[in-house]
């Protein structure tokens, strides 16, 4: 089946750092890969959908400079947290689909900013 | 996308059935009804979709009524494994359209 492959599945970084995070489709060609967020206890929120080749469209109250998201490949799509706050510490998802079948899903990266 | 409801949480018993509801009254014609579960800390897994049609696969059965208002998803024999938040979506098929969560339902499988 479609393997999406996550990583790191979890990272501590210092309060104004970066922090990238990769997704790669390990089997198929993902056209389209999604980036979510997740706090505790809460339901996975879009931050923004990425097709190979484009500019992300990010959804409102997304900060586009602050949240960089790449997908130059059909494989391969990075989100760059930049200048990293503590109020950026989440769980971090990433979806992808090759624009036939469903949706396969990382396992996530935890973000801890100290 | 329509909207859909789900509750908060049920609880079940390891090797019986767990029936979990979803209310979709907005539905469109060409809105397809999905299933996916998250289990603590791990990405969404896809259970199952459909259409009008009830579904069956390896992992579960999904029960569309009629009018496609709500549906049922339905896990035959629980165990402890099957703790998981259930997200019920309903969105047209197809790739590169986005996938939104709601609030899912919190299903807790105990011996």
Known sequence: GAVVSQHPSWVICKSGTSVKIECRSL?????????????????????????EGSKATYEQGVEKDKFLINHAS???STLTVTSAHPEDSSFYIC??????????????TRLTVV | DAKTTQ?????????????????????????????????????????????????????????????????????PHATLRDTAVYYCIVRVAGGGNKLTFGTGTQLKVEL
């Open chain 1, 27 to 51: 089997d198929f060609q993902a056209t389209t890969m999604f980036w979510y967020r997740q706090f505790p206890k809460q339901s996975l929120m879009l931050m923004a959908t990425s097709n």
């Open chain 1, 74 to 76: 059909l494989t391969l």
């Open chain 1, 95 to 108: 979806s992808a689909t090759d624009g036939r079948y469903g949706y396969t899903f990382g396992s996530g």
């Open chain 2, 7 to 75: 509750p908060p949480s049920m609880d079940c018993a390891e090797g019986r059935a767990a029936n979990l509801p979803c209310n979709h009254s907005t539905i469109s014609g060409n809105e397809y009804v999905y299933w996916y579960r998250q289990i603590h800390s791990q990405g969404p897994q896809y259970i199952i979709h459909g259409l009008k049609n009830n579904e069956t696969n390896e992992m579960a059965s999904l029960i569309i009524t009629e009018d496609r208002k709500s549906s049922t998803l339905i896990l």
